[in-house]
């Protein structure tokens, strides 16, 4: 594992998908996106350097081992200067912890699923309000969006819009969106 982090941190990208076999399958579990083999992998690493920071290094935490089953935990750091990935350079500094965990096969990854806070990465890009800081709209806010309604869709005579009950699935149950980007 160190070696794949010193590796990683020179911006060697040929050692580092070296360390994979060649059907290895690397899962990132935040992203949703899935890495076959050695080229793949080796793109994964080079994208990050071009499409989220120039300067990002990775610092090896725990790891444990067990036969071919492995844990590692790693935290990511350096500054979102680069554009890419449908994200804007923001200049902001970032620091994520991560963890992996999978199987290792002759001495190389074969298998892992890598998890990590998406979305506190986003809060740190300045990219996504901070949790806790998104305030509803006052129900006369929600009146004054659509009328309210009963379950039946006819209009409620004079029913309060917090007393009808939400439905889940129907969008139009649900108060507007502009509640979830509203700052306090």
């Known amino acids: ?17 070296a ?3 060649e059907d290895a ?44 089953a492995f844990a590692a935990e790693w935290v990511t750091s350096g500054t979102k200067d680069r554009a890419g990935g449908g994200f804007p350079a923001t200049g902001k500094p970032f620091e ?8 290792l096969r002759e001495g190389k990854l074969a298998e892992a ?3 990590y806070d998406i979305a506190g990465l986003l809060v740190q890009w300045g990219l996504m309000p901070a949790p806790g800081r998104w305030l509803p709209l006052p129900v006369e806010s929600t009146r004054a969006h659509r009328p309210p ?23 139009d149950s649900y108060p507007p969106v502009e509640w979830l980007t509203r700052r306090r």
Do not use: K
């Not at 594992?1 to 998908?17: E, K, Q």
């Open 1 to 17: 594992m160190r070696s794949c982090i010193d590796a990683y941190n020179a911006h060697d990208t040929a050692t580092v998908a």
């Open 19 to 21: 360390m994979v076999t």
């Open 25 to 68: 399958d690397i899962r990132d579990m935040a992203a949703g996106e899935r890495f076959v083999g050695p080229a793949e992998v080796r793109e994964f690493v080079e994208r990050e350097w071009r499409d989220v920071a120039s300067d990002a290094r990775w610092e090896l935490g725990q790891v444990l081992v067990d036969g071919e």
């Open 96 to 103: 994520v912890h991560a963890v992996a965990v999978g199987l």
């Open 113 to 115: 699923r890598i998890y």
């Open 149 to 171: 309604r009963l379950r039946d869709g006819t209009a409620s005579e004079g029913r309060s819009a917090s007393a009808r009950p939400l439905v889940a699935g129907r969008a």
